[in-house]
């Protein structure tokens, strides 16, 4: 709901609510924005300033108590008083860049508007208030955009500035949506890493000055994701006020977090200005990506609850969207570049048995590639690893009733290509100088309009040919050297945000030509991990490193800002290949089912023994396939808060399953207990209800056991056996679990929970 009355509006959510005014001097001024509001006095919420600031410079000698530096506002540029990080930087030829937006107008319509190349949120239900502010000099004018839904707390922001003189102007920052936030004790939450250890949570209390979150490396990138969040000081993964923002951006982005002398926090969150500056031609305009805002006083998982939905029903789409995503195998560490087709089949008639029912073909399979020097732009098969073409491969797993993916890495080329030879051009790099290069490969000029309409060509006749389900889209090095060769001289500040509106251009229309495919994306891994992304591949592959304990670390900060249905995540060898972490074959799947289900491993080398487990993991998986991919998510306890245990939950309202995951086994330790906060999981349970809870018991620790194995269970409370348990006694008291083994004592009378272990829990209601 949006209401515009006496210059005040108020944005209402069901749960939230977000309110600014016109001020004085036509400045927008911001008022609140947390927990909903059913009555308001707007001018009670505004800031009251009875005395001058010493040092404060004033908006002019007729308002000598406005000092914007001191103001809550919607939007700020430099030089009029403000000293803080503008929204807004730009110039015309001559330098003056000092500007003064005010209030002009505003419009509520039904609907999203046009995103000029960029990719939006989609829903019949939202209402856009479209505020307009007018420079007072120049002719500039700015829309601010406010996306509400009356069925989701999520607001989505963006704006635009025109141009409407005659001299260009330079734009050098424009923030998708500022907010500035009255209280100074918060701590910021980022998601931070690098390669193989993606997605990092990092929490720290704010401090006075300017805390900025980044990437410069051409895509959104694995050192700071776009996603980040402010929460109260007691805020906790269950109670507490939390504000969580995220650019729906592929590219350079800055999310910007300013304490202020005068205890203001302000945030931004946009295109990197540190790499942008926009030519803004006469009578044209430029539009700032969309982002979304989220307020929860239900801690960090109510955030996150609303984030998930969000990102289900609002941007991921198509025929994919609701669908229960396939078990996969893909064959990458099984072999690398060591393959050819009857490898490929054997490895595909072992991951049928098991009940995989999607093989995909990765790295290795085109041009002449036998390894990561040559070949990339050359998409058709290599005639040696596959004589039949993939068009043969394809219609054999087929025939077995597999579907058939296959990797792709378009945006790259290697000078040892065929496509390097003919149009070495193509490449970006600056004349007379020698490119950077990142594994051996360089980037295509997919600013070109030339470069991206024959990749949309070449991409759709190899999907043609090859009738694939699904396409892993890879990208795997940073950016360098700026500059196109081609006709089109446009301004370089310009370079890296058109390479990502080609990127959109491609996706767009290889997604609208092919929808029924199953697109991922990656990147180096988690590289490329945003809600740009999200708006045309349905699930992205989340990291390289699928280690049990890494991946714990790793899915657990992604989920604090994107859904488990958008994770793609695989049971991998041990030793693991990034790690060589040894882990149970148990362990990897518990933690993998929380998400995506693959196997990336050699299964034609398995014992009988392993081959049988996985068969049952993957028909545990199907059973719960919908629960694990899109029930309500819900984190417990973490390494973070100096816990030894961590515990996610999926549920809806008849069913959870929960992991612990133990990080090191201590021995001699009171007996653990197994406590599951049933409501915030979304699972509705009544305090008197009785529960049924069970375990997965781990096959491979049962095994040795052999004739033993009944007694094991039984003698383990609420592990393998199945437990009558009141819902509210789960939800605080809990179930005492049996001992740990520390190394004396009868083995079947103990728990086996060595370093990095883990247990899954099932608790359903009980049949009357």
Known sequence: MIEAKNGVFNLATPNTSYIFKVGECGVLEHLYYGKRLDAFDAELMSNVQNVKICDATAYDKDHSLLFLDNLMTEFSTEGRGDYRLASMKASYDN???????????????QGIPSMEGLPSVYGD????????????????????????????????????????????????????????????????????????????VCDRPLRPG???????????????????????????????????????????????????????VRLLTGINPNTFTWRLKAKSSFTAPQAVMVYSDKGLNGMSHEMHRFVNENVCRGPWRDKERPVLVNNWEATYFDFNEEKLLDLADTAKDVGIELFVLDDGWFGEREDDTTSLGDWTANGRKLPNGLAGLSSKL???????????????????????????????????????????QYILDWTREDVTDYMIACISTLLEESKANYVKWDMNRFFSDFNTQGSDKYFMGEFLHRYVLGFYKVLEAL?????????????????????????????????????????QFIQWGTSFFYP?????????????????????????????AFGILGYEMDLTRLPSNELDIIKEQIRFYKKNRRLFQFGTFTRDISYFNGGNN?????????????????????????????????????????????????????????????????K??????????ETSVYAGQLESAGIVLGQRFTGSGDIRLTRIRPDFSTEMYIVDRMMI
């Open 564 to 592: 488990q249905s958008v994770m793609g995540c695989h049971v991998s060898a041990s030793p693991n290949h990034q790690s060589l972490r040894i882990s149970s074959i148990e362990d990897r799947f518990n933690v993998a």
């Open 210 to 264: 300017i805390h900025i979150n980044d990437s410069k490396t051409g895509a959104s990138g694995a050192f700071h994701n776009p996603a980040i969040a402010l929460k109260a000081p007691n805020a906790t993964e269950l109670q507490g006020d939390v504000i969580g923002l995220n650019l729906i951006y592929s590219g350079n982005h800055q999310e910007s977090v300013e304490l202020s002398p005068y205890g203001r």
């Open 398 to 440: 087929h025939e077995k009733g597999l579907m058939f993916g296959i990797w792709i890495e378009p945006e790259m080329v290697s000078e040892k290509s065929r496509l390097f030879e003919r149009h070495p051009d193509w490449r970006i790099a600056i004349p007379n100088r020698k490119p950077g290069v990142g594994r051996n």
């Open 712 to 721: 094991f269970k039984e003698d383990q409370r609420g592990l393998g056996l």
């Open 511 to 551: 997604t609208a030509k092919f929808p029924d495919i199953l697109f991922e994306g990656c990147a180096s891994g988690g590289n490329r991990f945003d809600l740009g992304v999200l708006c045309y591949m349905n699930q992205i592959w989340t990291s390289d490193d699928t280690d049990v304990l890494m991946r």
């Open 95 to 109: 330098g003056h860049s000092v500007l003064d937006f005010v209030y002009e107008t505003y419009s509520i319509t």
């Open 125 to 200: 239900e939202f209402c856009t208030l479209e505020v307009v502010l007018k420079e007072r000099l120049f002719p500039l004018r700015l829309r601010l955009y406010y996306l509400v839904s009356d069925e989701k707390d999520a607001i989505v922001r963006f704006s635009r500035v025109e141009n409407e003189g005659s001299e260009d102007v330079y734009i050098q920052a424009l923030a998708s949506l500022q907010l500035d936030v009255p209280n100074p004790y918060w701590n910021l939450v980022t998601l931070d890493g690098a390669w193989a250890r993606e997605r990092m």
């Open 646 to 710: 961590l515990k996610w939950l999926v549920a809806d309202e008849e069913h959870l399953v929960m992991l612990d995951a133990c990080m090191l086994n201590v021995p001699n330790m009171p007996n653990d207990r197994l406590v599951v906060p049933l409501l915030d999981a979304g699972f509705n349970a009544r305090g008197t209800e009785r529960l049924l809870v069970s375990s997965r018991v781990q096959r491979i620790d049962r095994s040795r056991l052999g004739d033993n194995a009944s």
